[in-house]
């Protein structure tokens, strides 16, 4: 009967659930006071090298450079700790549909972006603001939505990266080295020349930079799939055929 009712078992509860766990954890707290304190240096930074005439949104890589670097630890530690920390067992003893746990989990995890990216935005037309009413700059305020969502792209696929790379590999040290060391080797490809053609094909760029235009939509396309969709559906074979201890 109780097997029952735990198949029965509602998705927010499982969300809520998942929602405690993270933020639950020291190193949660750690990283967001970290991701905090860095964003407000990067804040009143961006005040100072700011160039009179610059589009508002220029400043956005800068302030969120501290987001980008440790958020995806975040996404990487929810996803793996129910196999580091041995918790999986009871976790899927409640919830036997272990797709449920996954989906809530990147679901949780899409919310902290949006609700990081709006901070960022918030951050960053306070920072324009400050700039045009205190000290004068003339500043391009060109927060429209076409360029909102263009400069929001990076900062969901490297988080999706370390979704997908932490549900594929489920070990916490292996998924941050990947993590890390990954877009840095394909980017890096595509300035050697003999495999330059190539490596656009498996680029990571596209989780830094918004839209490069030396690379085709083709490419793109290529990238999310290898890099995104292939490791989350592989992962979530795995995860659904593995014996969990």
């Given at each position: 009967?109780?097997n ?6 509602k998705?927010v ?8 766990k993270?933020?639950?954890k020291?190193?949660f707290k750690i990283i967001?006071l ?6 407000i240096v990067?804040?009143v930074?961006?005040?100072y ?8 949104l220029s400043m ?10 440790f958020?995806g630890?975040l ?13 999986g067992?009871i976790t ?9 746990v996954?989906f809530?989990?990147?679901i ?6 949006a609700?990081v ?7 960053t037309?306070?920072?324009s603001?400050i ?6 700059y003339n500043v ?7 360029s909102i ?10 988080l999706?990266f370390?979704f997908?790379i932490?549900?594929?590999v489920?070990q916490?040290?292996?998924?941050l080295?990947?993590?890390y060391?990954l877009p840095i080797v394909t980017i890096?490809a595509t300035?050697i020349?003999?495999i330059?053609?190539f490596?656009?094909?498996i680029?990571?760029?596209f989780?830094i ?5 030396n690379?085709?939509i083709?490419?793109?396309?290529s990238?999310i ?8 559906i592989?992962g979530?074979?795995?995860?659904n055929n593995?014996d969990?201890q």
């Amino acid at each position: 009967m109780q097997n029952v009712k735990n198949k029965n078992l509602k998705f927010v509860n499982v969300l809520k659930s998942e929602f405690i766990k993270l933020t639950g954890k020291n190193l949660f707290k750690i990283i967001t006071l970290i991701i905090f304190s860095l964003t407000i240096v990067t804040f009143v930074v961006s005040l100072y090298i700011f160039k009179d005439g610059s589009s508002s949104l220029s400043m956005l890589p800068l302030i969120s450079n501290p987001t980008i670097v440790f958020l995806g630890v975040l996404f990487i530690v929810l996803v793996t700790e129910e196999y580091s920390s041995g918790t999986g067992l009871i976790t899927y003893t409640f919830v036997p549909n272990r797709n449920k746990v996954i989906f809530a989990k990147l679901i949780l995890l899409l919310c902290i972006y949006a609700i990081v990216m709006s901070i960022l935005f918030a951050l960053t037309f306070a920072s324009s603001l400050i700039l045009k009413t205190i000290y004068g700059y003339n500043v391009n305020f060109d927060f429209e939505l076409v360029s909102i969502v263009k400069m929001s792209f990076p900062l969901m696929f490297n988080l999706l990266f370390a979704f997908s790379i932490a549900i594929l590999v489920k070990q916490i040290s292996v998924a941050l080295v990947l993590y890390y060391v990954l877009p840095i080797v394909t980017i890096v490809a595509t300035t050697i020349q003999p495999i330059a053609s190539f490596a656009k094909w498996i680029s990571l760029d596209f989780i830094i930079y918004t839209f490069p235009s030396n690379f085709s939509i083709y490419q793109r396309i290529s990238s999310i799939i290898l890099w995104i969709l292939l490791p989350i559906i592989i992962g979530l074979y795995r995860n659904n055929n593995m014996d969990i201890q």
